[in-house]
Nanobody, 125 residues
């Protein structure tokens, strides 16, 4: 699976962005997908994830109620809708895939086999 994340940019606090992650491969629907972020000098942290079918999503506490993950298995796409953005959300955002035939959504980077290249999100105050 090859992943390409895009959609980052500069936004003011309180604004919104939607990140997209395009995936290759015919078995995309069997992969759990995760979004991670990494701020300068910090570890890569789990933002949220979605099961292969899209029926279940998971989020870290700091983004619950503000971020929404969805996927379109026909288009091989995963999305991260980010609302009410805060300066603390500033980071490089990565999409990642675990599978095929993933049975859960991992929340640590080492459990993901495939990674996109990252897209910068900067939230100004």
């Amino acid at each position: 699976v090859q992943l390409q994340a895009y959609g980052g940019g500069l936004v003011q606090a309180g604004g919104s962005l939607r990140l997209s992650c395009a995936a290759s491969g015919r078995t995309f629907a069997t992969y759990a997908m995760g979004w991670f972020r990494q701020a300068p000098g910090k570890e890569r942290d789990f933002v949220g994830g979605i099961t292969g079918s899209g029926s279940n999503t998971y989020y870290t506490d700091s983004v619950k109620g503000r971020f929404t993950i969805s996927r379109d298995n026909v288009k091989n796409m995963v999305y991260l809708q980010m609302n009410s953005l805060k300066p603390g959300d500033t980071a490089v955002y990565y999409c990642a895939a675990d599978g095929p035939f993933a049975v859960r959504v991992p929340n640590t980077p080492r459990e993901y086999r495939y990674w996109g290249q990252g897209t910068q999100v900067t939230v100004s105050s």
